[in-house]
């Protein structure tokens, strides 16, 4: 058994900041990598950020606002938004790529709600 819990979500005006942050826990082997994605209403779920093996990939339009790192001795990924603006709103939900009981497998958290809004 896997488990990822988010915290960190909130509502926030227009140009501030958050940190998401996700810690995983059970029968984890080893985690090839952490990232968040993000699903707006009536859009589908999409990348935001990810980080393997010390490499990071963010989406176009979050480059240079948000920042995403792990903490591999706690199993944790982590994502620090700046300059958040209305289009940022959306349930986040974190992700692993992980070993567990010699399965490779993709793990998901329950989703925290971003709320940009003045």
């Known amino acids: 058994q896997v488990e990822l819990v988010e915290s960190g979500g909130g509502l926030v005006q227009p140009g501030g900041s958050l940190r998401l942050s996700c810690a995983a826990s059970?029968?984890?082997?080893?985690?090839?990598?952490m990232g968040w994605y993000r699903q707006a209403p009536g859009k589908q779920r999409e990348l935001v950020a990810n980080?393997?093996?010390?490499?990071?990939n963010y989406e176009d339009s979050v480059k240079g606002r948000f920042t995403i790192s792990r903490d591999n001795a706690k199993n944790a990924v982590y994502l620090q938004m700046n300059s958040l603006k209305p289009e940022d709103t959306a349930v986040y939900y974190c992700?692993?790529?992980?070993?567990?009981?010699?399965?490779?497998?993709?793990?998901w958290g329950q989703g925290t709600q971003v709320t940009v809004s003045s």
């Open positions: 059970g029968s984890i082997f080893t985690i090839h990598g």
């Open positions: 980080v393997a093996g010390g490499r990071t």
């Open positions: 992700y692993a790529r992980l070993f567990s009981r010699g399965v490779l497998g993709d793990y």
